[in-house]
C-alpha cells in the first residue's frame, strides 16, 4: 500500500481542478509575499518550488514584474499555469531532486515543502543553495514542531511533515542562509509557520 507521504503527487495530479477552485485567489499570504520581495531587486527573478496552478502567488509575482521560474512534480498542475502565464518557464520536476543548473534572487516553497517527510526535507536545504543567488531570500512554510500530520483532502489522506525549529536553523545555517524572521502558527496567516531568511552575499 502507497503511503500518505509517497501519494501527495498522485493526489494533486488527480484533483489539480479541485484544488485550484478551493484555493482561492485572495493573498493572506500578502504581507509575508510583500517582505520576500523587499529583499529583491526590481524584475529579480524568482523560483516557485511547489507552485501548484500558479495562483495566486505566482500571478502575485508575475504582476510585480519578476520572472517566475515555477516547479511542481503534478503535469495537471502545470499545464493550468502555462495556460495562465504563458511568458512563465513552468517545469514538471520533484523538488526533492531538482537541479535547474542556474540561481534565483528569491526562492519561494509555500505550502509545498511541508508535504516532504522529515528526512525529505532536510535533504532539500542543498537544493534550495544550490539554486540561491548571493544574498537571496528564501521564503518557505513547515509545521511547529518536528513530526507528522495526516489530513484530508477530497476524502484521502494528506500528508504533512516538520522539523524541529532548531533543526530547521541548524539547515539554514549550514547551508548559507541566515533567518531574517521565523512566527510559528501566524495568526494573522491562517495559522502558518513560516520561515524568511537570506542568503549570505558570498554564498558561491
Request: hydrophobic share 45%; proline share 6%; with cysteine.
Amino acid at each position: 500500500m502507497t503511503s500518505p507521504a509517497d501519494a501527495i503527487i498522485d493526489l494533486y495530479q488527480r484533483h489539480a481542478a479541485t484544488y485550484d477552485g478551493l484555493r482561492g485567489k485572495t493573498l493572506m499570504e500578502g504581507p509575508w509575499l510583500a517582505r520576500f520581495r523587499d529583499l529583491l531587486a526590481p524584475g529579480a527573478t524568482i523560483l516557485d518550488i511547489g507552485c501548484g496552478t500558479g495562483q495566486p502567488i505566482a500571478r502575485h509575482f508575475i504582476e510585480h514584474g519578476h520572472a517566475v521560474t515555477g516547479v511542481d512534480s503534478a503535469p495537471a498542475m502545470i499545464a493550468l499555469c502555462r495556460t495562465r502565464f504563458p511568458e512563465g518557464d513552468w517545469q514538471v520536476a520533484d523538488m526533492r531532486r531538482l537541479a535547474l543548473g542556474r540561481r534565483f534572487d528569491g526562492l519561494i516553497a509555500w505550502d509545498s515543502f511541508f508535504h516532504l517527510t522529515p528526512e525529505d526535507q532536510r535533504g532539500m536545504f542543498k537544493v534550495f543553495a544550490s539554486h540561491a543567488a548571493p544574498g537571496a531570500a528564501l521564503l518557505f512554510t513547515s509545521g511547529p514542531a518536528h513530526g507528522e500530520a495526516i489530513g484530508s483532502f477530497e476524502s484521502e489522506a494528506l500528508y504533512h511533515g516538520s522539523l524541529d525549529p532548531g533543526e530547521y536553523r541548524t539547515l539554514l545555517a549550514e547551508s548559507g542562509f541566515a533567518v531574517i524572521d521565523h512566527i510559528v502558527e501566524d495568526p494573522s496567516c491562517g495559522g502558518h509557520t513560516i520561515w524568511l531568511a537570506a542568503a549570505a552575499q558570498g554564498v558561491p
